[in-house]
C-alpha cells in the first residue's frame, strides 16, 4: 500500500496564476482533507470530505476549491494563485479517528 | 469556537535529559490526539487518549489527559536525537474535524 500520495512535491507559481493539487489513498478511507502548513501556526484545515460526494469548509476555505473525484481521489484547486497561499499543504484521509497524512507539496507563489 | 494551545512553542533538550510539552483547551474534549513531524516530513499519528485521567506509555513517551479533559501532556524521558521533531496535539470539532495546536518543536544538542 502507497498510503497517501500527493502531486507535485514542489511548485513555483506566479501570482494569478492556477494550478490543482493532487491528492490518492488506497486505505479505502471514507473521509479525506486538505491542511496547510505555515510557520508557528500548525495544520490549519482548508477543505475536508467526510465521505464520497460531499465537501465542506474548513477554518481557511477562502481561494481555494476541491472535488472528491471518488473515493481515493481528493484535489485542491487554486483557481488565481496569490503570495499569501505560498505553504506546505498536507492531504490526509481517515477512517475511525487516526488520520494518515500524505508527503506534502510545497507551493510558492510569487 | 474551540481552540487548542500548545507550550512551549520550542523545547531545546540535552541528550539524555526529560522534557515535557502540554496542550490546553478552551473547551471539554471527548478525545485528544498527539501528531509527529520528523523535520521535512508529515505529521504521523502517535496516540489517542480518551478517558479522563488516562496514562499512556510508548517506550520513552508518557501521554497523559487531564480529568477535566481539558488538558493534555506529553513526558518525554531521556531524550535521544530521534526524538527531533515537532510534536502536535489535536482536539476533536466534530466527528470529522481536528483542531490541531502550532506544535513544540523539539531540537537536541548531543
Known amino acids: 500500500n502507497a498510503g497517501v500520495t500527493q502531486t507535485p512535491k514542489f511548485q513555483v507559481l506566479k501570482t494569478g496564476q492556477s494550478m490543482t493539487l493532487q491528492c490518492a489513498q488506497d486505505?479505502?478511507?471514507?473521509?479525506m482533507y486538505w491542511y496547510r502548513q505555515d510557520p508557528g501556526m500548525g495544520l490549519r484545515l482548508i477543505y475536508y470530505?467526510?465521505?464520497?460526494?460531499?465537501?465542506d469548509k474548513g477554518e481557511v476555505p477562502n481561494g481555494y476549491n476541491v472535488s472528491r473525484l471518488n473515493k481515493r481521489e481528493f484535489s485542491l484547486r487554486l483557481e488565481s494563485a496569490a503570495p499569501s497561499q505560498t505553504s506546505v499543504y498536507f492531504c490526509?484521509?481517515?477512517?475511525?479517528?487516526?488520520?494518515?497524512f500524505g508527503p506534502g507539496t510545497r507551493l510558492t507563489v510569487t | 469556537g474551540q481552540q487548542v494551545m500548545q507550550i512551549p512553542q520550542y523545547q531545546h533538550v540535552q541528550e539524555g535529559e526529560d522534557f515535557t510539552t502540554y496542550c490546553n483547551s478552551s473547551?471539554?474534549?471527548?478525545?485528544i490526539q498527539w501528531y509527529k513531524q520528523r523535520p521535512g516530513g508529515h505529521p504521523v499519528f502517535l496516540i489517542q487518549?480518551?478517558?479522563?485521567?488516562e496514562v499512556k506509555k510508548q517506550k520513552r513517551l508518557t501521554f497523559q489527559f487531564g480529568e477535566a479533559k481539558k488538558n493534555s501532556s506529553l513526558h518525554i524521558t531521556a531524550t535521544q536525537t530521534t526524538d527531533v521533531g515537532t510534536y502536535f496535539c489535536?482536539?476533536?470539532?466534530?466527528?470529522?474535524?481536528?483542531?490541531f495546536g502550532a506544535g513544540t518543536t523539539v531540537t537536541v544538542r548531543a
Open positions: 486505505m479505502n478511507h471514507n473521509s
Open positions: 490526509a484521509s481517515k477512517q475511525v479517528y487516526e488520520q494518515y
Open positions: 489535536a482536539g476533536p470539532l466534530n466527528d470529522y474535524k481536528l483542531s
Open positions: 473547551t471539554t474534549l471527548s478525545n
Open positions: 470530505s467526510a465521505s464520497e460526494g460531499t465537501t
Open positions: 487518549l480518551v478517558k479522563s485521567g
